[in-house]
T-cell receptor, first 114, second 114 residues
Framework: AQTVTQSQPEMSVQEAETVTLSCTYD???????LFWYKQPPSRQMILVIR??????QNATENRFSVNFQKAAKSFSLKISDSQLGDAAMYFC???????????FGKGTHLIIQP | DGGITQSPKYLFRKEGQNVTLSCEQN?????MYWYRQDPGQGLRLIYY???????QKGDIAEGYSVSREKKESFPLTVTSAQKNPTAFYLC?????????????FGDGTRLSIL
């Protein structure tokens, strides 16, 4: 079975600075996908960014980018120019090539200091 | 607007009672999922369905049941066999069978025991 580990229960960053959230995963599959989801206090799950394992290029979405190290099974999220609205729980998630569900890490609570 | 509707937002269950959580989507998605979220934990997969009249158990299916009679609907029943049902329940859907297709989430139902 796949596992996803987020080793940082909580992170704090000053507004406008850059923060990196860590995620590692364990799998024996070669075809898989990785995701970062944001969960604000409203509890809604919002997709932030996704990465296909077969792609070497790191995904980027505006201020959000990932550092995908396939050999190390690492998938970190970098948030640049942090904004107050970025404050939330962030979950790293894994999905195999089929249509089964996501496997989530336990999350990182991100605090933005004004 | 297309989306996923979960109802009710809050639900209370008496001991020994079955309760059903509703999930409806108008995104024309084939696949639907149920997750459970406990404090300090990520989401865990309960059941998922790839097509009508077919569904598979996830990681924590014991004490739960589902049906998929219509493409748009995927209700979850929390039975009296589920000894610790208090949690936040999230329904999700994705377009189809490809792993890179992100899951879209509803706003969740909070279930509590009276």
């Amino acid at each position: 079975a796949q596992t996803v580990t987020q080793s940082q229960p909580e992170m704090s960053v000053q507004e406008a600075e850059t923060v990196t959230l860590s995620c590692t995963y364990d799998t024996s599959e070669s075809d898989y996908y990785l995701f970062w989801y944001k969960q604000p206090p409203s509890r809604q799950m919002i997709l932030v960014i996704r990465q296909e394992a077969y792609k070497q290029q790191n995904a980027t979405e505006n201020r959000f980018s990932v550092n995908f190290q396939k050999a190390a099974k690492s998938f970190s999220l970098k948030i640049s120019d942090s904004q107050l609205g970025d404050a939330a729980m962030y979950f790293c998630a894994y999905r195999s090539g089929g249509a089964d569900g996501l496997t989530f890490g336990k999350g990182t609570h991100l605090i933005i200091q004004p | 607007d297309g989306g996923i509707t979960q109802s009710p937002k809050y639900l209370f269950r008496k001991e020994g009672q079955n309760v059903t959580l509703s999930c409806e989507q108008n995104l024309n998605h084939d696949a639907m999922y149920w997750y459970r979220q406990d404090p300090g934990q990520g989401l865990r997969l309960i059941y998922y369905s790839q097509i009508v009249n077919d569904f598979q158990k996830g990681d924590i299916a014991e004490g739960y049941s589902v049906s998929r009679e219509k493409k748009e609907s995927f209700p979850l029943t929390v039975t009296s066999a589920q000894k610790n049902p208090t949690a936040f329940y999230l329904c999700a859907s994705s377009p189809g069978l490809r792993g890179n297709q992100p899951q879209h989430f509803g706003d969740g139902t909070r279930l509590s025991i009276l």
